[in-house]
């Protein structure tokens, strides 16, 4: 990393180890592998909790077909 002084005020020490590992110059192939990386580990992860949720709250098909055709919005003041 060059010689300049950067805030990382607000950060955390994830953020701050990923912006020093990634402070180099990259094509955009290796950026588009960073992004699609991290959005599998995201989406892994979202994965996994909405599984742990469902059956924690013992969730079945049918409850899913009651919500998705459930008003959910709230109505507007006029």
Do not use: C
């Not at 192939?29 to 992004?35: A, F, N, P, S, T």
């Amino acid at each position: 990393m060059r010689n300049q002084q950067i805030n990382f005020s607000g950060l955390n020490e994830v953020q701050i180890g990923l912006l020093r590992m990634f402070s180099r110059p990259m094509t955009k192939e290796q950026i588009l592998k960073i992004k699609r990386g991290i959005v599998k580990l995201l989406s892994d992860e979202l994965d996994t909790e909405v599984e742990r949720v469902v059956i924690e709250k013992g969730l079945t098909d049918k409850d899913f077909e009651t919500i998705r055709h459930q008003h959910q919005r709230t109505p507007k003041n006029k």
